[in-house]
T-cell receptor, first 113, second 116 residues
Framework: DQQVKQNSPSLSVQEGRISILNCDYT??????FLWYKKYPAEGPTFLIS?????DKNEDGRFTVFLNKSAKHLSLHIVPSQPGDSAVYFC????????????FGTGTRLTIIP | ETGVTQSPTHLIKTRGQQVTLRCSSQ?????VSWYQQALGQGPQFIFQ???????GRGNFPPRFSGLQFPNYSSELNVNALELDDSALYLC???????????????FGPGTRLTVL
């Protein structure tokens, strides 16, 4: 039962353009959403989060959008840089980000110079 | 501020053996969660420890057990290892309670366990 889904296993984007990573969830009890970036041989690194009371959160080049009615969130990276090449995971929690996280399967983003 | 550390980095065991993995939480954090990441999958929640007690458990059998110590570091123990236990084991720390709340879990680099 995959409650958090990332339907695109991979994505390639030209350097300087916008990268859009998508995530869908099925559990309406999820209240808090996070994006993590993972390089090989490292643990996931926290990028940005959003509470269900908001529909947008920005932090520098990263913006997360939440559409609760569609149970959909997306991560926008503008402009994309070569160092952004990594696997991106979205995660959801029923309460806060310090509670049990349910992860998607990840999207491998490749930035083409 | 020191980050989350895990040991060992890699481990090879045979079926039926037991293994202990260790995690030191980020300074100022009192909560540790453990996740299993199989190849090609996202991390799956095993359990969380808060104030030295298990505080939530995922869909893992009892042969997965843990401990949290007074300094908030933690151990994950797996008994009777099976081939399917081969995975990356991730530890994440956060903070609950008091005036300082960390709404984010910060992950260590993981321990790669191979079961032969």
């Amino acid at each position: 039962d995959q409650q958090v889904k990332q339907n695109s296993p991979s994505l390639s984007v030209q350097e300087g353009r916008i990268s859009i990573l998508n995530c869908d969830y099925t559990n309406s009890m999820f209240d808090y959403f996070l994006w993590y970036k993972k390089y090989p041989a490292e643990g996931p690194t926290f990028l940005i989060s959003i509470s269900s009371i908001k529909d947008k959160n920005e932090d520098g080049r990263f913006t997360v959008f939440l559409n609760k009615s569609a149970k959909h969130l997306s991560l926008h990276i503008v402009p994309s840089q070569p160092g952004d090449s990594a696997v991106y995971f979205c995660a959801a929690s029923r309460a806060f980000g310090n509670e049990k996280l349910t992860f998607g399967t990840g999207t491998r983003l490749t930035i083409i110079p | 501020e020191t980050g989350v550390t895990q040991s060992p980095t890699h481990l090879i065991k045979t079926r039926g053996q037991q293994v202990t993995l260790r995690c030191s939480s980020q300074s100022g954090h009192n909560t540790v969660s453990w996740y299993q990441q199989a190849l090609g999958q996202g991390p799956q929640f095993i359990f969380q420890y808060y104030r030295e007690e298990e505080n939530g458990r995922g869909n893992f059998p009892p042969r997965f057990s843990g401990l949290q110590f007074p300094n908030y570091s933690s151990e994950l123990n797996v008994n009777a290892l099976e081939l399917d236990d081969s995975a990356l084991y991730l530890c994440a720390s956060s903070h609950k309670g008091g005036s300082k709340v960390s709404d984010t879990q910060y992950f260590g680099p993981g321990t790669r366990l191979t079961v032969l």
